[in-house]
């Protein structure tokens, strides 16, 4: 059972946000994996004091931190001439800031929570982007790179 605050889209997914009562905590579901939604009429629920859910989710990349006190961090990102086109085209947060580089490349800034969750979407790039800070999230990049190379050796 959830009391929802609403709902977002992120990266052209979309989620339901509310107060789980089984967890009693806030939760996100993606809507893709509702199989059942039962309203139940006449019910009250009455929203948190001074709750937004703008304010909630605007600093998070997607939808979950993993952590208890997310911390804001910068990650910066390093992005080749082709690519660099969609980037300065498509808001992908909205802290997102471009810095042009000599030969067509950019820098990408973002100031966020949650970067744990770039992980699949930095690697759906390829390498035309490279990961300049956080030195943590560079680091856990190189060892999932490291796991998809080593499937691939062993398959041959």
Same mark, same amino acid.
């Given at each position: 059972?959830?009391?929802? @605050? #609403? ?8 989620? !339901?946000?509310? @107060? ?19 309203? !139940? ?20 990349? #997607? *939808?979950?931190?993993?952590? +208890?006190?997310?911390?804001?961090? *910068?990650?910066?990102?390093?992005? +080749? ?7 300065? @085209? *498509?808001?992908? @947060? ?9 030969? #067509? ?6 100031? !966020?929570? #949650? ?17 300049? +800070? ?9 060892? +999932?790179?490291?796991? !998809? ?8």
């Amino acid at each position: 059972m959830v009391e929802p @605050h #609403g709902l977002l889209c992120r990266l052209d997914n979309w989620y !339901l946000t509310g @107060h789980c009562m089984e967890r009693q905590q806030r939760r996100v579901f993606l809507l893709l994996n509702i199989k059942e939604l039962n309203v !139940l009429e006449r019910s009250f629920y009455r929203m948190p004091p001074g709750f937004s859910l703008k304010k909630a989710y605007q600093s998070v990349w #997607g *939808t979950w931190t993993g952590e +208890e006190t997310p911390v804001l961090e *910068t990650v910066r990102l390093k992005v +080749e001439a082709g690519p660099a086109e969609r980037f300065r @085209h *498509t808001l992908f @947060h909205e802290s997102q800031r471009v810095q042009e580089l000599p030969g #067509g490349e950019i820098e990408v800034t973002f100031r !966020l929570m #949650g970067a744990q969750e770039m992980i699949s979407w930095l690697m759906s790039w390829g390498g035309a982007v490279e990961v300049i +800070e956080p030195a943590w999230l560079r680091k856990q990049l190189i060892q +999932e790179l490291q796991k !998809l190379l080593l499937r691939y050796q062993k398959q041959q």
